[in-house]
């Protein structure tokens, strides 16, 4: 008895070669999709949401009206407030820093400080003006 055999056919005569290209298609599109949703992922706080700072991560500076650097009442020059900063920042890595600003202080003044603050990665850094009387705001 003689048995019929099949022959195999190779994978271009069949239809299966443009089923899975279809499939591949669809896959790398989903996937595509799952790839562009990632890189527009950002964590921001909630708009209505506070920050708790603790008293010993907080570092003050005042700006005056000349343009003249002071913490805790004393003069400051830059060199002095940048080591000052960067010993606050290796001691507490959630540093605040606070640069309360008189009106009249040259801009290039309070440019030059923030700069300073960025280079020195402060992680959080917030300034404000004073009154015209020259009490806080």
């Known amino acids: 008895m003689k048995l019929h055999r099949r022959t195999k056919r190779g994978f271009d005569d069949t239809s299966a070669s443009s089923d899975v290209a279809f499939l591949l298609i669809i896959y790398f599109i989903v996937i595509a999709g799952f790839n562009v949703n990632k890189g ?3 964590n921001l706080p909630a ?3 506070t920050r708790l700072i603790l008293k010993d991560d907080l570092l003050r500076f005042d700006l005056d009206g000349t343009g003249t650097l002071l913490h805790q009442g004393a003069a400051l020059n830059y060199a002095s407030a940048e080591r000052e900063i960067r ?3 290796a ?3 959630n540093l605040a820093v606070i640069l ?3 009106g009249r202080a040259p801009w290039q003044t ?3 400080f923030v700069e300073m603050a960025q280079k020195l990665n402060v992680e959080s850094f917030s300034f404000t003006m004073k009154k015209n009387d020259g009490g806080p705001p």
């Open 40 to 42: 527009f992922l950002m």
């Open 110 to 112: 309070v440019v030059s």
């Open 47 to 49: 708009k209505d949401s």
């Open 87 to 89: 010993g606050a920042v």
């Open 100 to 102: 309360t600003v008189d």
């Open 91 to 93: 001691a507490h890595p």
